[in-house]
């Protein structure tokens, strides 16, 4: 039987390495989205986004040249008072719907094209509550002090990777709910290994509501 395209989440906590397995499975030329890129991009593509954040927040989230001011919204949403939890709570709210669309609009079209399974990588797919909005859900796994320890060789203060692990629903919570997990507390070829087991198998499995339905 032949199905049409399937469409995978792929999420886990700050520093568990699930951008590591987007790249695998982007090596193993299969397309991937990653929202978290394209949130990014939309914030500065987007005339009608930049306005709304310049409303919010001020001039200062972009930078003199038009750049993302990353380190003034980091400090402005993660610094870790009660008013920072409120800020990043008016950034989602702002952000999260045009990213929302733009994936929706980015999946759909590669559908079109063909694409059997569409993988996107997004940070919050549970804490936005988009889960049901996939047929598979795969979370990357990792031991906290692992996760943050690649965090901070990125370039982040250790309190602000505790802060928003922090705002993230737990790795035990998102894994309970997962269809696939894959733990990365391992060396790099053993993540390998299990990213090309659980992509051989989504291959085989149809969408959600032919699963449901059958």
Do not use: W
């Not at 090596?27 to 310049?54: C, Y």
């Not at 040249?65 to 939890?85: C, M, W």
């Not at 999946?107 to 919050?124: C, D, H, P, R, T």
């Amino acid at each position: 039987m032949e199905y049409s395209s399937i469409v995978i989440g792929i999420t886990g906590g700050i520093g568990s390495g699930k951008s590591t397995v987007a790249d695998i499975i982007t090596g193993l030329g299969h397309t991937v989205i990653k929202t978290d890129d394209r949130a990014k991009e939309l914030m500065i593509e987007n005339e009608q986004l930049r306005t709304k954040l310049i409303n919010e927040f001020g001039a200062d989230v972009y930078t003199s040249d038009g750049g993302l001011n990353r380190k003034f919204l980091a400090d402005t949403v993660f610094g870790g008072l009660p008013h920072h939890e409120v800020a990043l709570e008016k950034l989602n709210n702002i952000v999260h719907p045009y990213v929302i669309d733009d994936m929706i609009a980015q999946s759909q079209q590669y559908a079109m094209n063909g694409e059997k399974m569409i993988f996107i990588e997004s940070a919050l797919i549970f804490e936005a509550g988009l889960q049901d909005g996939f047929d598979y859900v795969v979370v990357v796994d990792a031991p906290e002090k692992a996760c943050i320890e690649r965090a901070v060789e990125r370039g982040m203060a250790i309190e602000q990777v505790k802060r928003r692990m922090d705002r993230q629903i737990s790795l035990g919570i998102k894994k309970s709910h997962a269809d696939f997990v894959i733990d990365n507390s391992g060396p790099a070829e053993n993540l390998r290994g299990s990213v090309e087991f659980v992509v051989n198998v989504l291959k085989g499995l149809p969408p959600k509501e032919e699963r449901v339905n059958s």
